[in-house]
């Protein structure tokens, strides 16, 4: 583990309230106190640099300690930011922490729900859309001392986990797409809710994703837009040639089964955009919601995000 500086203790009484196991739904009631945070990006630009000086100046930060990705870490030596004596290099995997920061886009936020799924995440916008982000960079001084000052509400949600044969091949916090190997190949879907087919077409693919991963592939396919705090699955199709399908919101307790069916070329199954997996069809898949879980720092509704990126022109 390397540091700027020497390696001190900076836990003390001003180390402030975040976690705990009181739950309300969704919402767990920040109670329990932080002394470590970890920082994630793979976003190594300037801005990236100036949002970790503007987390680093707030006083309350002085009693915390910092643990950078590697890559980030060495970007920050570089740049000859001030030495911190409370800034440390750790690998994500081996982050020690209370909650994890993630500078960048949906991308990066995937992949570190993916890799730390033990611990809670607070989503910095360096992407574009950023529906899962909460604090925009021109924020992040008032929303950091807000979130040190247990503003923050903390929230949880079941990832969609897919079946074959009875066993599970993976789960995903976004979305599961079925598609091609062979990109100018369709694929033979039959799709069957509580055991009753409710259609079949030839597509490009097809999406099976989550309340929060409804802004993400299965929008752009057509889908809609559905409230975080559902338990609902979304079924999108890309490219039908059957124009009368449509996007289908269903509650989390049916049974979602995906025939498959090709003449030539596997199927591939991408959890997240992050993991994919090939089978040779024809293929049954099951989808209900998974056990795994991933946890974010929330304070702004997702109505106000919603304004913000669909209608910003709109004012209160």
């Known amino acids: 583990m390397d540091s700027y500086g020497s390696k001190e203790d900076h836990t003390s009484s001003r180390n402030v309230s975040l976690i705990t196991n009181q739950k309300i739904g969704r ?8 002394s470590r945070i970890g920082i994630f990006s793979q976003v190594l630009f300037q801005e990236t640099i100036d949002i970790l000086s503007d987390i ?8 915390i300690s910092f643990s950078l990705n590697p890559e980030l870490f060495n970007f920050l030596v570089k740049s000859k930011y001030a030495p911190l004596p409370n800034v440390q290099k750790e690998k994500l ?7 994890i920061i993630s500078i960048g886009g949906d991308g990066t936020i995937l992949r570190v729900a993916r890799t730390r799924s033990d611990i809670p995440i ?3 916008n360096k992407g574009r859309k950023g529906f899962m982000a909460e604090i925009e960079p021109e924020d992040v001084t008032s929303s950091f001392k807000r979130f040190l000052e247990g503003k923050f509400n903390f929230k949880e949600y079941h990832h969609v986990e897919a079946y074959i044969g009875g066993k599970s091949v993976g789960s ?6 079925i598609t091609s190997t062979d990109l100018l190949k369709p694929i033979d879907f039959r799709v069957f809710v509580d055991g009753i087919a409710i259609s079949s077409t030839l597509a490009d693919g097809i999406i099976v994703a989550t309340a929060i991963g409804s802004t993400g592939h299965s929008l752009s396919s057509g889908g809609c837009v559905l409230d975080p705090e559902l ?4 079924i999108s199709w890309i490219n039908p040639i059957n124009l009368a399908v449509r996007p289908i919101i269903l509650g989390s307790s049916r049974e979602i089964k995906i025939r498959c069916a090709t003449r030539i070329n596997p199927i591939k199954l991408v959890f997240d955009g992050q993991v994919s997996l090939e089978y040779t069809p024809p293929v049954e898949l099951f989808f209900h919601p998974s056990e795994n879980t991933v ?4 304070s702004r509704s997702f109505l106000a995000k919603l304004r913000q990126h669909f209608n910003p022109e709109i004012r209160e």
Do not use: G, H, W, Y
């Open 93 to 99: 995997e081996q982050m020690k922490v209370d909650c």
């Open 231 to 234: 338990e609902d699955f979304e």
């Open 27 to 34: 919402v767990v009631t920040p109670l329990v106190r932080v």
């Open 122 to 124: 607070l989503p910095i």
């Open 295 to 298: 946890k974010f720092f929330r």
């Open 172 to 177: 995903a916090i976004n979305e599961i797409v």
């Open 56 to 63: 680093f100046s707030i006083e309350d930060c002085a009693s």
